[in-house]
């Protein structure tokens, strides 16, 4: 089973592969039975709070290694699933898996919030907000454990949907986080950050790769950073690979960080190892 991530080589299928049909369709069909046989597995990658230098999130982050396809990354896994609708069934399954993680961590006394990933299509259910409740009552995890990663498009699309907004807001009004993930890589509008219950956003990795070297980047992450503080959002740093980025990063005021520097997305024991 998966456990850990060793290189940054271990896919099997290439951005290639993605558009030929044969094998979106194959991926489509495996998919299926993966889901059927529980064949999908939950990695999760600390954050480092800069405050405290302690872990107080985790990202859940979704993991397929398919005995016939091998390992299918989530940046070709998740766009078919959201074409094909089984992205509401990989959502249910990793929101499961991350809630009953949390409330296994809290019974070891451990206050792990646990951040998942989710596709505007699991909000365009008018239930989404009920279901959830439901997993965090089955589960008995506490609302305060969980976040919700939405991205700047979902963000931008949830805009004009009101029933949207609203199951976010009642969701927020129990306890859950959202967080906008991504920042900064291309819709970003003030707009729903202003209509939105974010308590948080990410600066996206493709920022934080020359941050240490490039000036205009600095000014960047700084005024990004800034752009939280005065709207008393938490801000965090994606993509965290190097010493030299942390320690930019912590002067520069962020709240916390997450990349390979800290931890690769790793098993829950690993985790359990680095508290
Ligand atoms: P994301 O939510 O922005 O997650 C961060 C991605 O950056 C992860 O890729 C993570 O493994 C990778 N990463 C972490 N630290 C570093 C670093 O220091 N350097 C570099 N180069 N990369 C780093 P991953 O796991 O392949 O996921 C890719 C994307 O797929 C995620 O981006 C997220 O948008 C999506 N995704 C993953 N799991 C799920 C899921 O369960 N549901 C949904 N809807 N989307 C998911
Ligand atoms: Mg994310
Ligand atoms: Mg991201
Ligand atoms: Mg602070």
Sequence with gaps: KVQSEGGDNITSLSKDDHQNLST????????????NQKDLHVLY???????????????????????EIGM??????????????LINQIGRFILEKACEQAVEWSNQGHNIRVSINTS?????????A???????????????????EITEKFALEAEAESSIVKQMKQLQAEG???SLDDFGTGYASFRYMQLLPLEEFKIDKSFISSVTYQEK???????????????????????????????????????????????????PIDIENLL
């Design 24 to 35: 979106r369709s194959v991926i489509e069909k495996r998919l299926l039975v993966a889901l």
């Design 45 to 67: 990658q600390p954050q480092r709070d800069l405050d405290s230098d302690g872990i107080k999130t985790v990202e859940a982050l979704v993991r397929w290694e398919d005995q």
């Design 72 to 85: 299918v990354p989530p940046d070709i896994l998740i766009p078919i699933a959201e074409e094909t609708g």
């Design 120 to 128: 505007i299509r699991e909000f365009r259910d008018k239930n989404m």
């Design 130 to 148: 009920e279901a959830i409740r439901k997993v965090l009552q089955s589960t008995g995890c506490p609302a305060h454990l969980l976040q919700i």
């Design 176 to 178: 859950v986080k959202f």
């Design 217 to 267: 980047t600095q000014a960047l992450v700084k005024g990004m950073i800034q752009f939280g503080k005065s709207l008393q959002m938490r801000v965090v740093a994606e993509g965290v690979e190097t010493e030299e980025q942390e320690f930019f990063l912590r002067e520069a005021g962020c709240d916390a960080v997450q990349g390979y520097y800290i931890s690769r997305p790793t098993s």
